[in-house]
C-alpha cells in the first residue's frame, strides 16, 4: 500500500485520542482531571504544594506530577501534610493507586517511610536514577508521622494556574542544580493514502541526548497487521538515535503490550491490577 508521512493537526490528535479510548476496554475510562494543593505561610507566600491528575472512574489512579516544599521549610513535616491530602482526595474519587516520579537526587526515602514501593527505576545519562513508585490506597500500610511536625500549623488548601506555577519552578529551580533540562523535539506524525486519507498516527516527542517516549499509536483498524504501526515506531526510534538518545520508553496495558513486545520492546515495570481487572506495563527498547 502507497502513503505519505504528514503532520498531525489537533483534530488528528484528538482523532487518536478517542480512537485509542475505544480500544481499550470497556471498563477502563480515562477521564482526568488536574488539581493544584498549595501551602502558604503567616504572609500568604506559598512555601509547598502538588500538581496532579486523576484518572477517575475504574481507572482509579492518582498521579503525583509535582510535589515541592520550599528549601527553607523542609523537615517539618509539610511535605507529609499535602501526601495525606492527595490520597485523602484519590480516596474520595475512587482511585485505588498513587503513582509518582521521583530521582536518586531527590526524595525516595521520604516517599517510601508514607508506603511507597518501586515499581521501574531507570538510569539517566548523567548517572542520576528515575524512580516511578505507586501505593495501593486500599491496602494496609503504616501510617507515617515525622518527628518534626512543626509545618502542621500551616494548612493544605485548594491552588490556581498561578500558584502552579510558582510549584512548578520550585521544584525546576531544585533539579537544575543536579541536571540540566532537556531539549525536547516532538514527533507527531500520520500516513495518509494517495487521497489524503488518515491511515495511522503516532505522538512522541524525544528529549536530546537521553530518550523518546512514544505517546500513542494508531492504527486504522482494516489496515492493522500489515506493518503500518511498526513503520511509525521505526520512525521515532530513528528520530530518537540521530538525537543522541540510547532508548525509547513507552507504557501500554494488558490489551495492547503485545504489538510493543512484537516489536521488542522489553519490560521494565508493571502495575498489577491497575486498572482494576488489568495490569499496566513500562517498556524499553534499547537503539
Not at 254 to 280: A, I, M, Q, S, T
Request: aromatic content about 12%; hydrophobic content about 35%.
Amino acid at each position: 500500500m502507497e502513503y505519505e508521512i504528514a503532520d498531525l493537526t489537533k483534530e488528528d490528535a484528538a482523532y487518536i485520542g478517542g480512537k485509542i479510548n475505544e480500544i481499550v476496554p470497556h471498563e477502563v475510562d480515562a477521564d482526568e482531571e488536574e488539581f493544584v494543593l498549595k501551602v502558604e505561610d503567616e504572609n500568604g507566600a506559598i512555601i509547598g504544594g502538588c500538581i496532579a491528575v486523576a484518572y477517575e472512574y475504574r481507572w482509579a489512579r492518582m498521579f503525583l506530577d509535582t510535589l515541592w516544599v520550599d528549601e527553607r521549610r523542609r523537615h517539618q513535616g509539610i511535605g507529609s501534610m499535602i501526601i495525606r491530602e492527595v490520597e485523602r482526595i484519590a480516596g474520595e474519587k475512587g482511585c485505588r493507586v498513587v503513582t509518582l516520579g521521583t530521582a536518586s537526587y531527590m526524595a525516595r526515602p521520604f516517599y517510601e517511610k508514607h508506603g511507597y514501593t518501586v515499581f521501574t527505576t531507570l538510569k539517566k545519562p548523567n548517572g542520576y536514577i528515575s524512580y516511578s513508585l505507586v501505593k495501593y490506597l486500599d491496602r494496609d500500610a503504616p501510617e507515617y508521622m515525622p518527628a518534626n511536625n512543626s509545618g502542621a500549623r500551616f494548612r493544605v488548601s485548594p491552588g490556581s494556574g498561578d500558584d502552579a506555577e510558582v510549584i512548578g519552578k520550585g521544584i525546576q529551580a531544585y533539579s537544575e542544580a543536579y541536571e540540566p533540562e532537556y531539549e525536547s523535539v516532538d514527533y507527531n506524525k500520520k500516513l495518509v493514502d494517495q487521497d489524503g486519507r488518515f491511515i495511522a498516527g503516532v505522538m512522541a516527542n524525544v528529549n536530546r541526548d537521553a530518550y523518546g517516549f512514544i505517546n500513542a499509536v494508531f492504527v486504522e483498524e482494516p489496515l492493522r497487521l500489515q506493518g503500518l504501526g511498526t513503520h511509525l515506531l521505526k520512525e521515532v526510534e530513528t528520530l530518537a538515535k540521530e538525537n543522541g538518545a540510547s532508548m525509547v520508553l513507552t507504557t501500554a496495558g494488558d490489551w495492547n503490550v503485545g504489538f510493543f513486545r512484537k516489536n521488542g520492546y522489553l519490560l521494565r515495570g508493571e502495575l498489577k491490577d491497575v486498572p482494576k481487572g488489568h495490569d499496566c506495563y513500562e517498556l524499553y527498547k534499547m537503539i
